[in-house]
Nanobody, 117 residues
């Protein structure tokens, strides 16, 4: 049974930084593609960043240059370093995992990031 647990959300002032973590279990993490999505109040869920099992990365235009996605296959953990945060980054951030061998997607329960003064 695949489980994803996010942590690291919270309240931060504009211009501040946060690091989100997502710990995976029940899967061979190094073989999986991973990603972060977010959903702001009243808006659709959107892809923020992705990292493949080969560590190719991609970002939404709105976060390029400010966010960095990474993974540690020894710790079965994915990270999202968020710098220069803006109020529009306020959202629930979700960790996702895709098992390449069968195409199944899994989601965490999310962690809330609030950017406000």
């Amino acid at each position: 049974q695949v489980q994803l647990v996010e942590s690291g959300g919270g309240l931060v002032q504009p211009g501040g930084s946060l690091r989100l973590s997502c710990v995976a279990s029940g899967t061979i993490f190094s073989r999986d593609d991973m990603g972060w999505y977010r959903q702001a109040p009243g808006k659709q869920r959107e892809l923020v960043a992705g990292i493949t099992n080969g560590e190719d990365v991609s970002y939404a235009d709105s976060v390029k240059g400010r966010f960095t996605i990474s993974r540690n296959n020894v710790k079965d953990t994915m990270y999202l370093q968020m710098n220069s945060l803006k109020p529009e980054d306020t959202a629930v951030y979700y960790c996702t995992l895709r098992q390449i061998w069968n195409g199944r997607d899994y989601w965490g329960k999310g962690t809330l990031v609030t950017v406000s003064s």
